[in-house]
């Protein structure tokens, strides 16, 4: 049986008001024993207000921290990391709160990390496995993999998915106060960091679909950023700064 009970998923918000009720009803009809984080950006449409109100339905299993204004994807994940390790979680999962991310596919990524450190539901293993994405994208997404790959040496497919499962071990191995990137290529450093440890990595396929609701938090300075970002953490590993 997995354990459900040690496990947390923590989901930035911002702007969800067309997903988190959803979110939140379909997690704990899967799982009722996992517990749910938010970290809510000062979402003006109201996300604040519908986690609140099923925090009451839910007063041991949902969480919600709220934050001034929209401080980006990597603040957010190291202010849930933090969290959790301050409490007894011995898992604990990345998730988009859009639905791109599977919540069935949980099971998979945990099952994974009771013998891996860090488990990444990965789009590129087993085939190209997304659904609706424009070619444009599909094709910038893959390549900046491969260059990432390039660049660095990590023996990871996906180097910037954000459906992922952390064990204990691997956030207590990561300084979350020396964090270079908050963009999206913060997936690739915490992935890198990782990594370099000597820990267990280890990518499952997933299935990623586009968002149906909601607008796309996508944009066009993350790729100027994916491009410096990583040659500054493959500088700071031969120099021993990682």
Not at 44 to 49: I, L, M, N, V
Not at 223 to 232: D, K, S, T
Request: net charge neutral; glycine share 6%; charged share 20%.
């Amino acid at each position: 049986m997995l354990p459900y009970h040690q496990t947390l998923i923590i989901i930035p918000t911002y702007n969800e008001i067309d997903n988190i009720e959803k979110m939140i009803t379909t997690l704990f009809a899967l799982y009722p024993a996992i517990s749910l984080l938010i970290i809510e950006d000062g979402s003006p449409d109201g996300t604040a207000d519908v986690v609140k109100k099923f925090q009451q339905q839910y007063p041991n299993n949902l969480f919600m921290i709220e934050r001034t204004g929209k401080l980006g994807l990597g603040t957010a994940y190291v202010t849930g990391f933090k969290w959790a390790l301050e409490r007894k979680y011995e898992f604990v999962f990345e998730m988009d709160c859009d639905f791109s991310h599977d919540p069935k596919q949980i099971p998979d990524l945990l099952t994974a990390a009771q013998t891996n450190d860090l488990v990444i539901g990965s789009r590129y293993i087993d085939g190209i496995r997304i659904i609706n994405w424009p070619f444009k994208r599909l094709l910038l997404s893959y390549l900046a993999s491969i260059y990432t790959r390039f660049v660095t040496s990590i023996p990871v497919f996906d180097t910037t998915g954000g459906f992922k499962c952390f064990n204990r071990r691997a956030l207590e191995s990561i300084n979350l106060d020396d964090i270079i990137s908050s963009g999206y290529i913060f997936q690739l450093e915490l992935n890198y960091k990782v990594w370099s440890r000597g820990l267990n990595v280890k990518e499952v396929p997933i299935i990623f679909y586009e968002r149906r609701d909601g607008q796309s938090k996508m944009a066009g300075g993350i790729i100027f950023e994916a491009l410096f970002a990583v040659l500054r953490l493959r500088w700071r590993r031969f120099v021993n700064r990682l």
